[in-house]
């Protein structure tokens, strides 16, 4: 049995849980060491089980609450060289042995789950995605994507689950109060995926077969669920994509565990 939850989604704070039998993991840790514990009991989970901490990459909202997992139950920690450098003062001293590197592009084994980091189009020294193989399936976790591009799309084709970016509504974003500088960020290739594109994605790749959707890492200020979930369900009609019988489709909490998906 597959079960995959996000147990926080937003520009606050992001981690997601994935386990299959005994392989417990945790992709990314961006708030504190306790609402993470937390979060995993909510779900009825031992943070003293979990296999490995990954870290997509080095920014607060992604690695805040790593070094402490890491520290009090004795988890390493996967990442990049890259972010490794990156993220050392963020996280702490972190025992040599749970100090794992892993390369861009090369996959590797965390018990009987199969993990392949892609990169991604982002804002951060070597940010990556994930795919996770395991019994026969495809899970897919990518947010923090500035753009979509060819090459993404052949990271995350053909996934059974996938947890896509929906990050803000661009009128939303151009008419709140952020500086230019950063709705310029934002925007920007290497900043976070819109609603709209978000919706563009989804309806290619439910096209392709992919049946389950998690839209995450939602703004705070520049969005909300039911204008992210109305945004993608208007583009899947556009296309003839029936959310109630074609797919399924859901947003992940910003301060809560959301429902699992078991498969």
């Known amino acids: 049995m597959i079960k995959f939850c996000s147990l926080y989604s937003g520009s606050s704070g992001n981690s997601i849980f994935l386990s299959s039998g005994k392989t417990k993991i945790l992709i990314d840790s961006g708030l504190s060491g306790k609402k993470i514990i937390e979060a995993l009991s909510s779900i009825g989970e031992n943070p003293t089980e979990l296999s490995a901490v990954l870290i997509s990459h080095e920014h607060i909202d992604h690695s805040r609450g790593a070094g402490i997992i890491s520290r009090k139950f004795d988890i390493p920690i996967y990442a990049n060289l890259n972010t490794w450098n990156a993220m050392e003062s963020t996280v702490g ?151 109630a019988k074609d797919i399924m489709l859901s947003v992940a909490s910003r301060g809560q565990a959301s429902e699992a998906v078991v498969i």
């Open 93 to 243: 001293p972190v025992c040599s042995n749970n100090k794992i590197y892993f390369n861009t592009g090369s996959g590797f084994e965390i018990g009987n789950i199969f993990v392949n980091p892609f990169p991604i189009p982002h804002d951060a020294v070597e940010p990556v995605g994930f795919n996770f193989f395991v019994e026969n399936k495809k899970i897919t976790t990518a947010t923090d994507i500035g753009h979509m591009n060819r090459q993404l799309l052949t990271y995350i084709e053909g996934s059974d689950v996938l947890l896509l970016e929906s990050n803000h509504d661009v009128e939303m974003l151009k008419m709140g109060k952020y500086p230019w500088s950063l709705k310029k960020r934002i925007m920007g290739d290497r900043g976070h995926l819109s609603n709209e594109m978000a919706g563009k994605v989804v309806a290619y790749l439910a096209q392709k077969g992919t049946r389950r959707f998690v839209l995450g890492h939602l703004s705070r200020e520049n969005n909300f669920p039911e204008l992210a979930y109305q945004t993608v369900k208007n583009i899947l009609k556009e296309k003839s994509i029936d959310i």
